[in-house]
């Protein structure tokens, strides 16, 4: 996962009203703890805490600095540091060491001045917030995954909660979890770790999708992909990556990942995952379209199959010698004739007194053939006679009322199926959502 860098030029913003530390430096050490009033009754500021011979080498420092003489200011800079004795004088050794080592563009030795300015307890609140995102995420780039959550939860829990900091924090957890497990995948004895990262990551992809999205389709996939070898709740993750890429490839991540997550789907249930697969453009290979036509059937559902096999064809897809889509086309035209003469009596008969079995397998057969309405209708009737299988009736009850743009009624029939739908259902009011435009937020974290 690429990671994002930018704290050199971050210190270098943060840094540029005080470059040369233009500090005021205290005429008498013995002023260091007092306070005076002004004219007027006001406090004035407590003055540093400095000795004579540390503020000698420190003033020639500065002098050197402000001439850009590196090499002199960091000799004396040097001599100041070996009398450093009170916090003060601690704090500006670190921030001048932080400014000579980026004139020198010196890693190291940034990284030991952000250290002792930090280690001071005089760091201004943004600098803290600078400061320790500094060296999180220099440790992060070195896989030092603790240290790095160590700084850069000190630097969200000052405020730095950009979408880079955060993302950054995420991945540090990731990181840690991921070298503990192995260093492939994430075990059950670290993914506990690694889920404490996402309430940072969703933080992140939420500050991106307001702002410029510019990374959060790849973090919102980022999420996706963790939470679901955490076993975490990852609904949260396809709504977000979703939301985030409304494209046909994250559909087809979505649905797969559902697919692969419930290999105990029957054909009829993994049905529901290809027909929403196909509704929302998602159908990228010849392998999808062979998975839809094993799950359908030739001989049960021809239209259906003959309708996906021409959409494939269209699409370039599907190519005219292969083997096996010629066979499922012979198939199912020989089963269209009958299938669809049968058709009105079938629907007549459910209406009437017709078994829930016999009104649920028409109502599938309608949606098969593209009767919505009647589709709805009948899966309705199925499940006031007690269809056996409620939970396939609702299913082809929601997506007949979807196909046909009804969509709020969908969303009510799919919250009501259970069981080893319910994934399948939680999908398909993704897809409501996104269609009718809700976008629903995913849950805080």
């Not at 993302?167 to 993914?191: C, P, T, V, W, Y």
């Not at 001989?299 to 309708?307: H, I, K």
Request: hydrophobic residues 45%; neutral net charge; glycine residues 8%.
């Amino acid at each position: 996962m690429r990671r994002i860098s930018r704290f050199n030029m971050a210190l270098m913003l943060a840094l540029a009203g005080t470059t040369a530390v233009s500090l005021a430096l205290p005429t008498d050490a013995a002023l260091a703890q007092k306070e005076k009033k002004g004219k007027k009754g006001k406090e004035e500021a407590p003055q540093m805490e400095l000795s004579a011979e540390f503020r000698n080498a420190f003033a020639a420092a500065q002098t050197a600095f402000g001439a850009n003489d590196f090499v002199t200011a960091e000799a004396k800079l040097n001599e100041a540091a070996a009398v450093v004795a009170s916090a003060d004088e601690k704090y500006l050794t670190g921030k001048m060491t932080l400014q000579i080592g980026l004139k020198k563009q010196d890693d190291a030795m940034q990284m030991k001045g952000v250290e002792m300015a930090l280690a001071s307890g005089k760091a201004t609140e943004a600098e803290q917030r600078t400061f320790n995102s500094f060296i999180g995420e220099k440790a992060l780039v070195k896989n030092d995954f603790a240290r790095a959550r160590q700084y850069l939860t000190a630097a969200v829990n000052a405020g730095q909660n950009s979408p880079v900091n955060l993302f950054q924090l995420a991945e540090a957890h990731f990181g840690e979890a991921i070298a503990k497990s192995g260093g492939r995948s994430i075990d059950a004895a670290n993914a506990p770790l690694a889920a404490e990262g996402l309430p940072y990551l969703q933080r992140a992809v939420e500050a991106q999708l307001a702002g410029d999205k510019q990374y959060a389709p790849s973090w919102a996939k980022r999420g996706f992909q963790i939470a679901r070898a955490t076993k975490s709740d990852s609904s949260v993750w396809a709504n977000l990556l979703l939301r985030a890429d409304t494209g046909k490839n994250a559909w087809h991540e979505v649905i797969q990942a559902v697919q692969s997550d419930n290999r105990g789907f029957t054909s009829e249930q993994n049905l529901d995952a290809m027909r929403l697969l196909r509704m929302t453009g998602g159908m990228t290979s010849a392998s999808d379209y062979q998975e839809y036509i094993e799950a359908a059937g030739a001989a049960r559902r021809p239209t259906e199959v003959l309708a996906l096999i021409e959409e494939g064809k269209a699409a370039g897809i599907i190519t005219e010698g292969n083997a096996y889509f010629k066979e499922a086309m012979a198939t199912a035209n020989a089963n269209r004739g009958e299938y669809v003469a049968t058709l009105p009596d079938s629907i007549r008969d459910s209406r009437g007194k017709a078994t829930a079995t016999v009104t649920l397998a028409t109502a599938d057969a309608l949606l098969a053939n593209k009767q919505y309405a009647e589709a709805e209708e009948l899966a309705g009737i199925a499940i006031t006679k007690g269809a056996t299988d409620k939970e396939r009736a609702l299913m082809v009850q929601a997506i007949a009322q979807v196909a046909q743009g009804k969509l709020d009624p969908a969303r009510q029939t799919l919250a009501g199926v259970t069981g080893q739908r319910a994934p399948l259902a939680k999908l398909w009011t993704l897809y409501i959502d996104q269609k009718s435009g809700a976008g629903a937020a995913a849950p805080a974290a």
